[in-house]
């Protein structure tokens, strides 16, 4: 299966942490990805991590890979106004296509 | 170095008639997906282009087409437009297929079926 589900929404006070989830169907994959999406624009790569690794730091974002579960989260530290967007996990399926979770909206305020 | 281009930015066009969407890629990049973005639906996958060839393709009815040029610029088109092809269109480029994935997305056209 090709289902990649994520929660709707997600609101946070600035300076606090966001955690975004996403469930997978499918672990072919060999690498998972997170793309953010802001008001009326396009989606943008935020970051990437290898199927064989557990985690990857960058910045502000942490990435987890939990591969038995099926499991892809990203972590924003101290997030800010400027990260409300829309966040996508996404997956390259065993044809090479990339594929898309539903989306998490996320808000913050102040 | 530019982004990737979509034209138009916005149209609206009326039940039965086609339209036609087009993408500019980063200069340098030889692959071209698209995208139909609905609330309802998400993100979907229409197809990519690969050196002028269709390489991937997504569940799509056949009134959606698409080609790409030598120049690797990229057309999709639409014909006997349904109300439920009211979307944003993403295009994004990428260097090469089947590298580490990363796509480069443009702003979209939004088209607006009444």
């Known amino acids: 299966g090709e289902d990649v589900e994520q929660s709707l929404f997600l609101s946070v006070r600035e300076g606090d942490s966001s955690v975004i989830n996403c469930t997978y169907t499918?672990?072919?994959?060999?690498?998972l990805y997170w793309y953010k999406q802001e008001p009326g624009a396009g989606l943008q790569l935020l970051t990437y991590i290898f199927s064989n690794m557990d985690m990857k730091q960058d910045q502000r974002l942490t990435v987890l890979l939990n591969k038995k579960d099926k499991h892809l989260s990203l972590r924003i530290a101290d997030t800010q106004t400027g990260d409300s967007a829309i966040y996508f996990c996404?997956?390259?399926?065993?044809?090479?296509?990339?594929?898309f979770g539903t989306g998490t909206r996320l808000q913050v305020f102040p | 170095k530019a982004g990737v281009t979509q034209t138009p930015r916005y149209l609206i066009k009326t039940r039965g008639q086609q339209v036609t969407l087009s993408c500019s890629p980063i200069s340098g990049h030889r692959s071209v997906s698209w995208y139909q973005q609905t609330p309802g639906q998400g993100l979907q996958f229409l197809f990519e282009?690969?050196?002028?060839?269709?390489?991937n393709k997504g569940n799509f009815p056949g009134r959606f087409s698409g080609r790409q040029f030598s120049n690797s610029r990229s057309e999709m088109n639409v014909s006997t437009l349904e109300l439920g092809d009211s979307a944003l269109y993403l295009c994004?480029?990428?260097?090469?297929?089947?590298?580490?994935?990363?796509?480069?997305f443009g702003e979209g056209s939004r088209l607006t079926v009444l």
């Open positions: 996404a997956w390259k399926d065993n044809t090479d296509k990339l594929i």
């Open positions: 282009y690969f050196s002028e060839t269709q390489r």
């Open positions: 499918d672990s072919s994959s060999t690498y």
């Open positions: 994004a480029s990428s260097p090469t297929s089947g590298d580490t994935g990363e796509l480069f």
